[in-house]
């Protein structure tokens, strides 16, 4: 199955895999959420081709995530500018840091770090129920199937 194919499935994870399922797209939104959103400072810093580039900004573009707008007339030069549903998708990418800080560690140091706005105190993420208040965890989740 190929990810444009994914965008209709019943599952959420499979529709969110088809916007941003491959490791340039997340890290091209990761970027323009974090405040690079020039498309040759994009490209710079991810080392990723022109070509992969401006393929992954459409589709983010076509998904609803970036909006692009002109910032010079001559040449006519756009960057790309995160929209409500891109900026819906900061805790999740903060999960995934997290996540990743605890179970995928490494030497070296992160490219980003992502403090409270007030405090500038490091953000420690806790997934919520809003139902209940309780912290999802493995062991506090019971999954049914609908098949």
């Known amino acids: ?3 444009n194919e994914l965008s209709d499935e019943a599952c959420p994870v499979a529709r969110a895999m088809s916007v941003v399922g491959d490791r340039w797209t997340l890290l091209i939104l990761r970027d323009c959420l974090f405040g690079i959103r020039k498309f040759d400072d994009i490209q710079r810093r991810l080392g990723i081709t022109r070509h992969v580039l401006a393929e992954r900004l459409k589709k983010l573009e076509t998904a609803g995530l970036l909006e692009r707008r002109p910032y010079q007339e001559r040449p006519v030069r756009h960057e790309y500018v995160p929209t409500r549903a891109a900026k819906d ?4 990418m903060q999960t995934m840091i997290a996540w990743a800080d605890a179970h995928l560690t490494t030497d070296k ?3 980003y770090r992502i403090l409270n706005r007030e405090t500038r ?7 919520i129920d809003a139902n ?3 912290e999802i965890t493995s062991s506090s989740i019971w999954v ?3 098949d």
């Open 132 to 134: 209940t208040g309780t």
């Open 89 to 92: 998708f900061i805790p999740v």
């Open 144 to 146: 049914e199937s609908n």
């Open 109 to 111: 140091a992160p490219p």
């Open 1 to 3: 199955m190929k990810w």
């Open 121 to 127: 105190d490091p953000i420690a993420p806790k997934v």
